[in-house]
């Protein structure tokens, strides 16, 4: 039982009142923290997820003939001749009303109605979804594709999104490594306390122990006396940190929910993450009863 | 004083219900008990030293039979303490063997010794008593961790409280206790189980004569009831006042027995 049941005259035998100590404070810090990190590592593995598979199959056909009619011609053709090949899933010309509105963004006349804008010389695009498979038919859907685009558009550029959006979902994917590192750190720093908590408690009740011993007490009875001591002082730490982490993560979600653009809008913490979260200050407990059980009934193994 | 009610296989009982020797009564049977018409306690050639220096204790033999009483003495520093320790299962012999009710306490598997000290009561000299327990609490405190409910316990603690005197004292931390009262508690919680075996250090020395005299019909009460009981004192009036009490001598360290009595004691018929 990860907080066992000894009777009140029992429990009396050890006199200080709740929260007395360090220790229900330092594990509150070390639980909010622990979830904090957790939350971040879920939402950045889910978010390099979701971009690997948003880019995965996506790539950009970028036609640059020099002749606009030839250009638009070749669009069209590309368009049609792709989306009729069995490794194309999706295939869509990209207008040129909506280049310009998101050319319109960055060089000013929104809408894209700028007549500066409107005479720039733009490449014609058509985007293309290669379908599903491994990585190794994906390379060489990738090489028909690249056959197919010589064969009707000489000259144009293929641009597989994974090639530049690959090192970001790296980079988040070993930031959401990163994060559960420290989930594991802190995990084992709330051990530590645990075990010092525990060492400390037998120093501070040691003429009790001996006592007990003395009149017949077994390792068992004096351990489940402390673990539950030191057990239920941890629950109250753990409930504390829980209470921050989950009021920080709230306020971070609502202000999150505004956010619908860009890689910040793949974040999310999902079913699983959440259950994990929930999941974290259950195994927080029973993991400091377990090690506050194990510190104990060692120690007392090296009394007589 | 209510007494736990012994059956027939060995098992005792307080107020209907397996008492403290009911547990220790699965210890007694087979091998754990002590020899039809042997020692309780047997101290063969015993030698005990703390760390690198010299022994305190040298060449302990004696045995200690069932139902006796008998008195240690000796000076100051002598090891009369030390002795008693392996009594109560504090302390292992350096050298030499010590048995316990027919078991050898150096061969004995550290997860049953609760089960032997729960038949040991001690006295301690500096009383020992937790300081943030009752009286009440301290005294009841061997039932409880013998598993006696609390229903079974209230009477016999009760009753104990009111033998020493101390029953209008009974929610009194032991701070708040005199000496000679605290060490009525610890004498209180020594004798509550009735153990089989009392181990008594200067249990008089901080109590007036008339409960000096109290205390020590106690312990012959219980020798009387089949317990051995060990006590170590200065009193020579104390030791006067028993009539089948042995006498324990140390010197320096080893045990006066010029006679072989205590090492190959008399039968007793």
């Known amino acids: 039982m990860?907080?066992?049941?000894?009777?009140?005259?029992?429990?009396?035998?050890?006199?200080?009142?709740?929260?007395?100590?360090?220790?229900?404070?330092?594990?509150?810090?070390?639980?909010?923290?622990t979830l904090l990190s957790a939350?971040?590592?879920?939402?950045?593995?889910?978010?390099?997820?979701?971009i690997g598979q948003a880019i995965a199959g996506r790539v950009t056909v970028q036609i640059v003939t020099a002749n606009p009619v030839t250009r638009s011609e070749q669009a069209a053709e590309l368009r049609r001749t792709a989306a009729a090949e069995p490794y194309v899933r999706a295939a869509r010309r990209v207008e040129r009303d909506e280049l310009l509105a998101t050319l319109g963004q960055w060089l000013g006349g929104a809408g894209g109605d700028d007549p500066v804008?409107?005479?720039?010389?733009?490449?014609?695009?058509?985007?293309?979804?290669?379908?599903?498979?491994?990585?190794?038919?994906?390379?060489?859907?990738?090489d028909r594709l690249k056959t197919l685009v010589e064969r009707i558009a000489p000259g144009a550029r293929v641009i597989p999104h994974a090639e530049w959006l690959a090192p970001v979902a790296r980079l988040i994917r070993s930031l959401a490594w990163i994060a559960g590192g420290l989930v594991l750190l802190m995990v084992l720093a709330s051990a530590a306390v645990v075990i010092m908590t525990a060492r400390a408690a037998l120093g501070t009740h040691y003429a009790t122990i001996e006592m007990l011993h003395l009149i017949g007490a077994t390792d068992r009875q004096i351990t489940r006396l402390f673990q539950r001591r030191i057990a239920i002082d941890t629950a109250y730490g753990i409930?504390?940190?829980?209470?921050?982490?989950?009021?920080?993560?709230?306020?971070?979600?609502?202000?999150?929910?505004?956010?619908?653009?860009?890689?910040?809008?793949?974040a999310s913490l999902g079913t699983g993450g959440w259950a994990l979260l929930l999941a974290l200050p259950l195994l927080a407990i029973a993991l400091a009863a377990l090690t506050a059980r194990q510190t104990l009934l060692a120690a007392l193994k090296k009394i007589l | 004083m209510q007494q736990p009610e012994h059956d027939g296989g060995g098992h005792t009982h307080f107020r209907g219900k397996t008492h403290l020797y009911g547990r220790i009564g699965d210890v007694m049977t087979g091998a754990a008990g002590p020899r039809a018409g042997g020692a309780m306690v047997e101290f063969d050639s015993v030698g005990l030293r703390y760390g690198p220096d010299g022994e305190v204790l040298s060449d302990i033999s004696f045995n200690l039979q069932p139902g006796s009483f008998y008195f240690l003495t000796g000076a100051s520093g002598a090891?009369?303490?030390?002795?008693?320790?392996?009594?109560?299962?504090?302390?292992r012999p350096s050298r030499g063997i010590v048995r316990l009710f027919g078991e050898d306490l150096g061969a004995m598997a550290r997860h049953r010794?609760?089960?032997?000290?729960?038949?040991i009561g001690v006295v301690f000299q500096d009383f020992r008593l937790i300081p943030h327990l009752s009286a009440r609490d301290n005294i009841a405190l061997p039932l409880r961790i013998a598993g006696v409910g609390e229903e079974d316990l209230a009477g016999p603690v009760g009753e104990m409280l009111s033998w020493i005197g101390l029953d209008a004292r009974a929610e009194a931390?032991?701070?708040t206790l005199s000496g000679g009262e605290q060490q009525r508690v610890a004498i209180a919680r020594a004798v509550i189980a009735?153990?089989?075996?009392?181990?008594?250090?200067?249990?008089?020395?901080?109590?007036d004569p008339e409960m000096a005299m109290r205390l020590l019909g106690l312990f012959e009460a219980l020798n009387r009831l089949g317990t051995t009981v060990v006590v170590a004192t200065h009193d020579i009036h104390l030791i006067s006042r028993i009539d089948n009490a042995q006498m324990m001598r140390l010197e320096k360290g080893r045990l006066s027995d010029p006679t072989g009595a205590l090492r190959y004691p008399p039968n007793r018929s």
Not at chain 1, 8 to 13: A, G, I, Y
Not at chain 1, 39 to 50: H, K, P, Q
Not at chain 2, 195 to 205: C, I, M, R, S, Y
Request: zero cysteines; aromatic letters at 4%; charged letters at 20%.
């Open chain 1, 2 to 33: 990860i907080i066992p049941r000894v009777p009140v005259q029992h429990r009396r035998l050890l006199p200080e009142p709740r929260l007395s100590g360090p220790t229900p404070w330092v594990i509150a810090i070390l639980m909010m923290l």
């Open chain 1, 39 to 50: 939350a971040a590592g879920v939402g950045l593995a889910r978010s390099a997820d979701a």
């Open chain 1, 117 to 142: 804008l409107k005479s720039l010389p733009l490449p014609a695009l058509v985007d293309i979804d290669l379908g599903g498979g491994e990585s190794g038919d994906r390379a060489r859907q990738l």
């Open chain 1, 239 to 266: 409930a504390l940190g829980t209470i921050v982490a989950a009021a920080i993560l709230l306020l971070i979600g609502w202000q999150w929910s505004d956010v619908t653009s860009g890689l910040a809008a793949t």
């Open chain 2, 79 to 91: 090891g009369k303490t030390s002795l008693l320790k392996m009594l109560y299962l504090a302390q």
């Open chain 2, 113 to 119: 010794l609760p089960g032997f000290r729960r038949r």
């Open chain 2, 173 to 175: 931390r032991p701070a």
């Open chain 2, 194 to 207: 009735r153990p089989q075996l009392l181990v008594a250090d200067e249990p008089t020395g901080n109590v």
